[in-house]
């Protein structure tokens, strides 16, 4: 079951990016990799995107496997409410958030 942990500054930087775009959600989507985070855009600086443990294609060489191995062979793209990691943000004591992943669900967790 693929699971994807981020900092609380990195849901931050997410949040702000998405307040940036006017985005009341982010998603999450296996591609060209597997991911998460919010796009505008192809280039770098339209992107806030986190990937999953082996799933980047600019720095995992088996990126292509490990997506197919952890989320099957279909691409996808579910997008969620923002508000899922902003309730996080308003407890101080939220230190990371961890987003797993199932055939029929996806779950968000906030960590002390």
């Not at 995992?60 to 197919?68: H, I, L, P, T």
């Not at 990691?85 to 968000?108: H, N, Y």
Request: net charge neutral; with cysteine.
């Amino acid at each position: 079951m693929p699971q994807i942990t981020l900092s609380r500054a990195q849901v931050e930087s997410l949040v702000a990016f998405c307040d940036a775009a006017k985005s009341e959600r982010f998603f999450i989507a296996k591609d060209h990799g597997a991911y998460v985070g919010y796009s505008t855009g192809p280039k770098p600086e339209q992107q806030c995107l986190f990937y999953f443990k082996g799933c980047n294609p600019a720095t995992d060489a088996e990126f292509y496997e490990n997506a197919r191995r952890g989320f099957g062979g279909d691409d996808f793209g579910e997008r969620l409410p923002l508000a899922d990691l902003r309730e996080g943000l308003a407890k101080p004591e939220c230190k990371t958030v961890r987003i797993t992943v199932t055939p029929r669900s996806i779950g968000i967790d906030w960590y002390v």
